[in-house]
Protein backbone atom coordinates (compact mmCIF):
# COMPACT_ATOMS: atom_id res chain seq x y z
CA UNK A 1 0.00 0.00 0.00
CA UNK A 2 1.70 3.44 -1.30
CA UNK A 3 1.83 6.29 1.05
CA UNK A 4 0.61 9.54 0.09
CA UNK A 5 2.75 11.21 2.80
CA UNK A 6 6.27 9.72 3.67
CA UNK A 7 9.81 10.92 4.28
CA UNK A 8 10.76 13.34 1.52
CA UNK A 9 7.46 14.47 1.23
CA UNK A 10 6.57 18.41 1.96
CA UNK A 11 4.92 18.78 5.06
CA UNK A 12 1.03 19.37 4.74
CA UNK A 13 -0.10 23.13 5.94
CA UNK A 14 -0.83 23.85 9.71
CA UNK A 15 -3.05 26.43 9.14
CA UNK A 16 -6.18 23.91 10.38
CA UNK A 17 -4.63 24.40 14.11
CA UNK A 18 -5.77 26.32 16.82
CA UNK A 19 -3.80 27.05 20.03
CA UNK A 20 -4.65 26.09 23.25
CA UNK A 21 -1.17 26.36 24.35
CA UNK A 22 1.66 28.87 23.14
CA UNK A 23 1.51 31.50 20.68
CA UNK A 24 -0.52 31.55 17.43
CA UNK A 25 1.98 29.33 14.57
CA UNK A 26 0.56 29.63 10.65
CA UNK A 27 3.30 28.21 8.54
CA UNK A 28 6.26 26.10 9.77
CA UNK A 29 9.09 27.74 9.17
CA UNK A 30 12.15 27.16 6.94
CA UNK A 31 15.18 26.32 8.93
CA UNK A 32 13.43 25.23 12.28
CA UNK A 33 12.98 21.01 12.83
CA UNK A 34 9.23 20.67 14.01
CA UNK A 35 8.09 17.47 16.02
CA UNK A 36 4.76 17.39 15.95
CA UNK A 37 3.26 14.80 18.21
CA UNK A 38 -0.50 13.72 17.19
CA UNK A 39 -2.66 12.79 20.70
CA UNK A 40 -6.11 11.78 21.63
CA UNK A 41 -7.84 12.16 25.04
CA UNK A 42 -9.31 9.16 24.67
CA UNK A 43 -5.89 7.48 24.37
CA UNK A 44 -4.32 6.05 27.68
CA UNK A 45 -0.71 6.15 26.36
CA UNK A 46 -1.14 9.18 24.90
CA UNK A 47 -0.99 11.41 28.03
CA UNK A 48 2.66 10.33 29.13
CA UNK A 49 3.88 9.76 25.04
CA UNK A 50 2.88 13.73 24.78
CA UNK A 51 5.11 14.36 28.44
CA UNK A 52 7.92 12.80 27.22
CA UNK A 53 8.05 14.50 23.57
CA UNK A 54 7.69 17.68 25.83
CA UNK A 55 10.58 16.81 27.52
CA UNK A 56 12.52 16.61 24.60
CA UNK A 57 11.72 20.78 24.17
CA UNK A 58 13.86 21.66 27.36
CA UNK A 59 17.01 20.01 25.64
CA UNK A 60 17.14 20.59 21.86
CA UNK A 61 14.79 24.11 22.81
CA UNK A 62 18.22 26.45 22.07
CA UNK A 63 19.90 24.18 19.04
CA UNK A 64 16.51 25.23 16.30
CA UNK A 65 13.76 22.26 17.29
CA UNK A 66 10.29 23.17 18.13
CA UNK A 67 7.75 20.79 19.60
CA UNK A 68 4.15 20.66 19.19
CA UNK A 69 1.33 18.74 20.35
CA UNK A 70 -1.28 18.64 17.88
CA UNK A 71 -5.28 16.94 18.48
CA UNK A 72 -6.78 16.13 15.35
CA UNK A 73 -9.01 13.58 16.38
CA UNK A 74 -11.54 14.63 18.95
CA UNK A 75 -14.53 12.88 19.96
CA UNK A 76 -17.05 15.53 20.59
CA UNK A 77 -20.86 16.56 19.97
CA UNK A 78 -19.64 19.74 19.06
CA UNK A 79 -16.12 21.93 18.51
CA UNK A 80 -16.08 23.96 21.98
CA UNK A 81 -16.76 20.40 23.80
CA UNK A 82 -13.88 18.97 21.86
CA UNK A 83 -12.10 22.28 22.83
CA UNK A 84 -12.78 22.02 26.35
CA UNK A 85 -11.98 18.14 27.08
CA UNK A 86 -8.69 18.78 25.27
CA UNK A 87 -7.95 21.77 27.65
CA UNK A 88 -8.30 19.98 30.70
CA UNK A 89 -6.72 17.05 29.41
CA UNK A 90 -3.85 19.12 28.18
CA UNK A 91 -3.50 20.49 31.85
CA UNK A 92 -4.04 17.02 33.72
CA UNK A 93 -0.75 15.81 31.42
CA UNK A 94 1.25 18.79 30.98
CA UNK A 95 0.34 21.78 33.02
CA UNK A 96 3.44 23.98 33.14
CA UNK A 97 4.34 22.88 29.55
CA UNK A 98 6.12 25.55 27.43
CA UNK A 99 5.33 23.95 24.21
CA UNK A 100 2.55 24.88 21.20
CA UNK A 101 -0.51 22.79 22.19
CA UNK A 102 -2.57 22.95 18.80
CA UNK A 103 -6.16 21.84 18.08
CA UNK A 104 -8.10 20.46 14.97
CA UNK A 105 -12.23 20.36 15.00
CA UNK A 106 -12.79 20.25 11.05
CA UNK A 107 -11.01 17.23 10.18
CA UNK A 108 -7.95 18.91 7.62
CA UNK A 109 -5.17 17.92 10.13
CA UNK A 110 -6.42 14.61 10.74
CA UNK A 111 -7.00 14.12 6.82
CA UNK A 112 -3.79 15.45 5.63
CA UNK A 113 -1.55 14.28 8.03
CA UNK A 114 -2.83 11.24 9.39
CA UNK A 115 -4.66 9.60 6.72
CA UNK A 116 -2.02 10.96 4.11
CA UNK A 117 0.53 8.89 5.86
CA UNK A 118 -1.47 5.82 6.34
CA UNK A 119 -1.38 6.62 10.24
CA UNK A 120 -4.98 5.41 11.86
CA UNK A 121 -4.05 5.56 15.55
CA UNK A 122 -2.16 8.39 18.09
CA UNK A 123 0.15 8.92 19.52
CA UNK A 124 2.20 9.18 16.23
CA UNK A 125 4.97 11.43 15.99
CA UNK A 126 6.16 13.81 12.81
CA UNK A 127 9.46 15.37 12.33
CA UNK A 128 9.73 18.31 9.79
CA UNK A 129 13.69 18.84 8.82
CA UNK A 130 14.88 22.43 8.00
CA UNK A 131 13.58 22.38 4.49
CA UNK A 132 10.39 22.00 5.55
CA UNK A 133 10.04 17.88 4.03
CA UNK A 134 9.08 14.96 6.58
CA UNK A 135 12.15 13.05 7.85
CA UNK A 136 10.45 10.61 10.04
CA UNK A 137 6.77 9.10 10.87
CA UNK A 138 6.27 7.48 13.96
CA UNK A 139 5.93 6.16 17.36
CA UNK A 140 6.70 9.41 19.59
CA UNK A 141 9.48 6.97 21.83
CA UNK A 142 11.61 7.18 18.73
CA UNK A 143 11.97 10.49 18.59
CA UNK A 144 15.12 10.73 21.40
CA UNK A 145 16.56 8.33 19.00
CA UNK A 146 15.90 10.11 15.57
CA UNK A 147 15.96 13.47 16.19
CA UNK A 148 19.69 14.02 16.67
CA UNK A 149 20.10 12.55 13.21
CA UNK A 150 17.64 15.02 11.81
CA UNK A 151 19.55 17.50 13.41
CA UNK A 152 23.08 16.27 11.74
CA UNK A 153 22.30 15.80 8.49
CA UNK A 154 22.32 12.46 8.07
CA UNK A 155 18.77 10.61 8.72
CA UNK A 156 17.36 10.58 5.78
CA UNK A 157 20.04 9.35 3.06
CA UNK A 158 20.35 6.99 5.95
CA UNK A 159 19.66 3.06 5.28
CA UNK A 160 18.08 3.46 8.87
CA UNK A 161 15.29 5.80 7.78
CA UNK A 162 14.55 4.03 4.34
CA UNK A 163 13.96 0.21 6.24
CA UNK A 164 12.30 2.50 9.27
CA UNK A 165 9.80 3.92 6.76
CA UNK A 166 10.00 0.40 4.88
CA UNK A 167 8.95 -1.46 7.80
CA UNK A 168 5.98 1.22 8.58
CA UNK A 169 5.00 0.87 5.67
CA UNK A 170 4.82 -3.25 5.72
CA UNK A 171 2.82 -2.65 9.52
CA UNK A 172 -0.28 -1.05 7.92
CA UNK A 173 -0.54 -3.40 5.45
CA UNK A 174 -0.70 -5.89 8.07
CA UNK A 175 -3.40 -3.61 9.87
CA UNK A 176 -5.18 -3.15 6.60
CA UNK A 177 -8.65 -4.74 7.62
CA UNK A 178 -8.16 -3.13 10.97
CA UNK A 179 -7.71 -0.02 9.40
CA UNK A 180 -10.43 -0.05 7.22
CA UNK A 181 -12.90 -1.16 10.03
CA UNK A 182 -11.38 1.74 12.29
CA UNK A 183 -12.28 4.41 9.24
CA UNK A 184 -16.13 3.07 8.88
CA UNK A 185 -16.60 3.62 13.12
CA UNK A 186 -14.83 6.64 12.71
CA UNK A 187 -17.32 7.99 9.23
CA UNK A 188 -20.21 6.53 11.35
CA UNK A 189 -19.17 8.20 14.68
CA UNK A 190 -18.49 11.82 12.80
CA UNK A 191 -22.29 11.90 11.45
CA UNK A 192 -23.73 10.84 14.81
CA UNK A 193 -25.30 7.22 13.00
CA UNK A 194 -24.55 5.59 16.01
CA UNK A 195 -26.70 2.06 14.78
CA UNK A 196 -23.82 2.00 11.96
CA UNK A 197 -20.95 2.41 13.99
CA UNK A 198 -22.07 0.11 16.52
CA UNK A 199 -22.61 -2.29 13.76
CA UNK A 200 -19.33 -2.42 12.51
CA UNK A 201 -17.97 -2.11 16.46
CA UNK A 202 -19.77 -5.28 16.95
CA UNK A 203 -18.19 -7.02 13.54
CA UNK A 204 -15.03 -5.80 14.82
CA UNK A 205 -15.07 -7.28 18.00
CA UNK A 206 -15.70 -10.97 16.01
CA UNK A 207 -12.27 -10.38 13.41
CA UNK A 208 -10.47 -9.20 16.05
CA UNK A 209 -11.78 -10.82 19.75
CA UNK A 210 -8.68 -9.59 21.27
CA UNK A 211 -8.74 -6.02 20.72
CA UNK A 212 -9.73 -4.90 23.99
CA UNK A 213 -10.33 -1.10 22.60
CA UNK A 214 -13.04 -2.24 20.67
CA UNK A 215 -15.11 -4.07 23.70
CA UNK A 216 -14.23 -0.62 25.25
CA UNK A 217 -15.94 1.20 22.25
CA UNK A 218 -18.44 -1.29 22.05
CA UNK A 219 -19.45 -0.52 25.95
CA UNK A 220 -18.96 3.14 25.53
CA UNK A 221 -21.84 3.45 21.92
CA UNK A 222 -24.64 1.67 23.50
CA UNK A 223 -23.88 3.73 27.31
CA UNK A 224 -22.45 6.50 26.04
CA UNK A 225 -24.09 7.56 22.29
CA UNK A 226 -27.25 5.68 22.16
CA UNK A 227 -28.05 5.53 26.15
CA UNK A 228 -29.17 2.17 25.95
CA UNK A 229 -27.87 0.86 29.63
CA UNK A 230 -29.73 -2.65 29.19
CA UNK A 231 -27.57 -3.31 26.26
CA UNK A 232 -24.88 -1.84 27.66
CA UNK A 233 -24.74 -3.71 31.17
CA UNK A 234 -25.37 -6.81 29.01
CA UNK A 235 -21.92 -5.79 26.67
CA UNK A 236 -20.34 -4.92 29.99
CA UNK A 237 -21.31 -8.17 31.50
CA UNK A 238 -19.67 -10.32 28.85
CA UNK A 239 -16.56 -8.00 28.55
CA UNK A 240 -15.86 -8.46 32.24
CA UNK A 241 -16.29 -12.80 32.04
CA UNK A 242 -14.05 -12.38 29.30
CA UNK A 243 -11.76 -10.23 31.48
CA UNK A 244 -12.38 -12.91 34.24
CA UNK A 245 -11.79 -16.00 31.96
CA UNK A 246 -8.52 -14.38 30.31
CA UNK A 247 -7.34 -13.35 34.15
CA UNK A 248 -5.63 -10.61 32.30
CA UNK A 249 -4.88 -7.29 34.29
CA UNK A 250 -5.22 -5.29 31.48
CA UNK A 251 -8.28 -6.67 30.51
CA UNK A 252 -9.52 -6.67 34.56
CA UNK A 253 -8.28 -3.21 34.50
CA UNK A 254 -10.43 -1.87 31.38
CA UNK A 255 -13.65 -3.40 32.84
CA UNK A 256 -13.14 -2.23 36.36
CA UNK A 257 -12.65 1.63 34.06
CA UNK A 258 -15.91 0.73 32.35
CA UNK A 259 -17.69 -0.28 35.46
CA UNK A 260 -16.41 2.83 37.86
CA UNK A 261 -14.97 5.34 36.03
CA UNK A 262 -16.59 9.01 35.56
CA UNK A 263 -17.66 8.40 31.91
CA UNK A 264 -21.50 7.61 31.94
CA UNK A 265 -24.40 8.07 34.44
CA UNK A 266 -24.64 4.85 36.57
CA UNK A 267 -27.93 5.32 37.94
CA UNK A 268 -29.57 3.13 34.82
CA UNK A 269 -27.07 -0.28 35.86
CA UNK A 270 -28.63 -2.54 38.49
CA UNK A 271 -26.50 -1.41 41.44
CA UNK A 272 -26.19 -4.76 43.34
CA UNK A 273 -24.83 -6.70 40.20
CA UNK A 274 -22.34 -3.77 39.53
CA UNK A 275 -20.87 -3.90 42.97
CA UNK A 276 -21.07 -7.92 42.73
CA UNK A 277 -18.92 -7.80 39.38
CA UNK A 278 -16.78 -4.75 40.73
CA UNK A 279 -15.77 -7.22 44.15
CA UNK A 280 -14.83 -9.97 42.06
CA UNK A 281 -12.78 -8.12 39.27
CA UNK A 282 -11.15 -6.23 42.62
CA UNK A 283 -10.31 -9.28 44.10
CA UNK A 284 -8.99 -10.84 40.86
CA UNK A 285 -6.69 -7.86 40.46
CA UNK A 286 -5.54 -8.10 43.98
CA UNK A 287 -4.45 -11.92 43.34
CA UNK A 288 -2.45 -10.58 40.53
CA UNK A 289 -0.64 -8.38 42.79
CA UNK A 290 2.55 -10.80 43.67
CA UNK A 291 3.40 -10.78 39.59
CA UNK A 292 3.55 -7.27 39.21
CA UNK A 293 6.40 -4.57 39.68
CA UNK A 294 6.01 -1.73 42.31
CA UNK A 295 4.30 0.89 39.60
CA UNK A 296 2.15 -1.89 38.52
CA UNK A 297 1.19 -2.64 41.67
CA UNK A 298 0.50 1.05 42.67
CA UNK A 299 -2.10 1.24 39.31
CA UNK A 300 -3.71 -1.94 40.79
CA UNK A 301 -4.14 -0.26 44.28
CA UNK A 302 -5.77 2.74 42.59
CA UNK A 303 -7.84 1.25 40.11
CA UNK A 304 -9.61 -0.77 42.77
CA UNK A 305 -9.86 2.05 44.96
CA UNK A 306 -12.40 3.60 42.92
CA UNK A 307 -14.37 0.53 43.76
CA UNK A 308 -14.23 0.59 47.62
CA UNK A 309 -15.08 4.10 47.61
CA UNK A 310 -17.56 3.91 46.06
CA UNK A 311 -19.55 0.62 47.66
CA UNK A 312 -18.77 2.86 50.76
CA UNK A 313 -15.71 1.28 52.13
CA UNK A 314 -13.74 4.63 52.40
CA UNK A 315 -11.78 3.53 54.46
CA UNK A 316 -10.25 0.65 52.66
CA UNK A 317 -10.28 3.00 49.73
CA UNK A 318 -7.88 5.67 51.07
CA UNK A 319 -5.66 3.18 52.61
CA UNK A 320 -5.33 1.75 48.89
CA UNK A 321 -4.03 5.28 47.94
CA UNK A 322 -1.74 5.72 50.36
CA UNK A 323 -0.24 2.18 49.35
CA UNK A 324 -0.37 3.77 45.65
CA UNK A 325 1.56 6.68 46.99
CA UNK A 326 3.92 5.45 48.66
CA UNK A 327 4.93 2.91 45.82
CA UNK A 328 5.19 5.75 43.65
CA UNK A 329 6.94 7.90 45.90
CA UNK A 330 9.30 5.39 46.68
CA UNK A 331 10.40 3.96 43.19
CA UNK A 332 13.06 4.86 40.73
CA UNK A 333 13.78 8.40 40.50
CA UNK A 334 10.76 10.64 39.82
CA UNK A 335 10.15 11.80 35.70
CA UNK A 336 7.60 13.98 34.74
CA UNK A 337 5.52 11.38 34.49
CA UNK A 338 5.79 10.14 37.78
CA UNK A 339 5.32 13.84 39.48
CA UNK A 340 2.09 14.06 37.41
CA UNK A 341 0.70 10.79 38.60
CA UNK A 342 1.68 11.93 42.12
CA UNK A 343 -0.04 14.97 41.79
CA UNK A 344 -3.10 12.59 40.72
CA UNK A 345 -2.96 10.65 43.75
CA UNK A 346 -2.96 13.40 46.25
CA UNK A 347 -5.73 14.54 44.52
CA UNK A 348 -7.77 11.77 44.81
CA UNK A 349 -6.61 11.17 48.42
CA UNK A 350 -8.13 14.92 49.35
CA UNK A 351 -11.27 13.58 47.55
CA UNK A 352 -11.58 10.75 49.61
CA UNK A 353 -10.67 12.15 52.93
CA UNK A 354 -12.81 15.16 52.07
CA UNK A 355 -10.46 17.49 53.65
CA UNK A 356 -6.56 18.77 52.48
CA UNK A 357 -4.46 15.94 52.04
CA UNK A 358 -0.74 16.21 53.40
CA UNK A 359 1.55 13.91 51.70
CA UNK A 360 5.17 13.89 51.16
CA UNK A 361 5.35 17.50 52.54
CA UNK A 362 2.41 18.66 49.99
CA UNK A 363 -0.87 19.49 51.27
CA UNK A 364 -3.64 19.00 48.56
CA UNK A 365 -7.01 20.96 48.94
CA UNK A 366 -10.15 19.05 49.14
CA UNK A 367 -12.06 19.34 45.68
CA UNK A 368 -14.56 22.70 45.58
Known amino acids: MASGLGIGSPAPSIKALDWLRGDPLSNLQLGTIYVL?????????????????????????????????????????????????MDAWVTKWLPNTKIRIGFDYSGEMAKHWLQASLTFHVPEAFIVDRDGSIAFIGDPDLVEDVLPKVMNGSWRASAEAKNAEIERIAEVDIDAPANALRRRIRAATEIEDWKTALSAIEEGIKLFPDRISLRQSHVSMLMGEMRDMEAGWIALEQFARDAIERNSEDWLFAVMQELFGPHYDYSGLPLAERFSMGKELSERILRLLPQQNALSRAESYETIAFYYHESGDNGLAVGLIELALNLVDGGPPLDEDKQEWLAHLRRVLAEYKGEGAFYGGICMPPPK
Do not use: H
Open 37 to 85: AFSSTTCGVCGPALSYVAQLQEKYSDMGVELIGVAANEEAATADEALAQ
